[in-house]
């Protein structure tokens, strides 16, 4: 049986029942029997074998499905399916990010590891903890990655939108209404209205970019700190409740974006696409080092 990941929000989600239906009859060893019964059959000119291959294929898909041994190994491979996925998801956006965000990462990176290495010498029996910070910092990182890419997105954004030229559009047609003919001036009334909303999403997403600009940095200073205290050993429990703390605050800080993504899900079609979507949370992070161009898992 092949080694299982423990844990993780794939592990957690079970699939059904027609799902382990169709692996165990995709698994390739159950493709190796229905293929041998099929050369038996061709080679001595009969459908005996196809005939006990399939009384053998109905008892092996009755049986094998509901083996928990069996579903362990289908979530473990449904768990490592997602893994690439999301890999190549950050990937994407580590690509887009401008070298100096690039170099951004690579030092909170650099951070992760170190206290990695420095906890990494602690007796036994703080082991357990020491892997849950792997975990822990492992997240961080990944969702560094991710409001790094958001911010990104908002300068984008912000830099190829002109409030004041939205807002002298506004004064113009808010002027001109009283001198617009009947189905004008409701025409005109809708572009008012547009353009309304144009600017509270402009403020929006400014404001939502100051937020995701603090969390990264506030990311940034806590990594630091625990560097500096993993470098004396302080009790890593102490520490993994501080980085529960940086989770949850970070956590937060990722629901605004999405608030904000929702608004502009709803955008006028002259807005839509201008801000793309944050992949979804991820188990693993992407640990990547720029200089070298690529992540680790």
């Not at 059904?16 to 493709?31: C, G, H, I, M, V």
């Not at 910092?137 to 984008?156: D, E, I, P, V």
């Not at 992070?285 to 720029?290: F, G, M, Q, S, V």
Request: with cysteine; aromatic share 6%; proline share 5%.
């Amino acid at each position: 049986m092949a080694d299982e990941p423990q844990g993780g929000p794939a592990m957690d989600r079970e699939p059904d029942s027609t799902t382990y239906l169709k692996e165990a009859f995709k698994w390739q060893y159950n493709q190796i029997g229905l293929g041998a019964a099929l050369a038996f059959a061709l080679v001595s000119g009969t459908a005996l074998p196809i005939l006990l291959g399939a009384g053998l294929e109905l008892i092996y898909l009755s049986l094998v499905p509901q083996s928990s041994r069996f579903r362990r190994l289908v979530r473990s491979w449904q768990y490592a399916a997602e893994k690439r996925q999301k890999e190549v998801s950050l990937n994407a956006i580590f690509q887009e990010l401008p070298p100096e965000m690039r170099l951004k990462y690579a030092d909170v990176d650099k951070l992760c590891r170190s206290i990695l290495e420095n906890y990494s010498h602690l007796s036994a029996s703080s082991q357990m903890i020491t892997q849950q910070m792997e975990e822990r910092l492992q997240g961080l990182a990944q969702s560094y990655l991710r409001l790094l890419y958001a911010a990104h997105q908002y300068r984008q954004y912000l830099l190829t939108t002109s409030p004041n030229a939205i807002q002298k559009d506004m004064d113009a047609l808010q002027k001109g209404l009283a001198t617009d003919v009947p189905k004008v001036q409701e025409i005109n009334r809708k572009r008012i209205e547009i353009l309304s909303k144009r600017l509270e999403k402009f403020d929006k997403a400014q404001e939502s970019g100051k937020v995701v600009d603090a969390q990264c940095a506030a990311m940034e200073e806590v990594l630091q700190l625990i560097r500096d205290q993993s470098v004396t050993l302080r009790d890593p429990q102490q520490v993994s409740d501080q980085l529960d703390n940086l989770v949850k605050d970070v956590e937060q800080t990722e629901e605004t974006v999405k608030e904000v993504e929702s608004i502009f899900d709803m955008a006028s079609p002259e807005m839509t696409g201008s801000l793309a979507p944050l992949p979804s949370s991820l188990p693993a992070a992407p640990a990547a080092d720029p200089r070298r161009n690529r992540l680790r898992n």
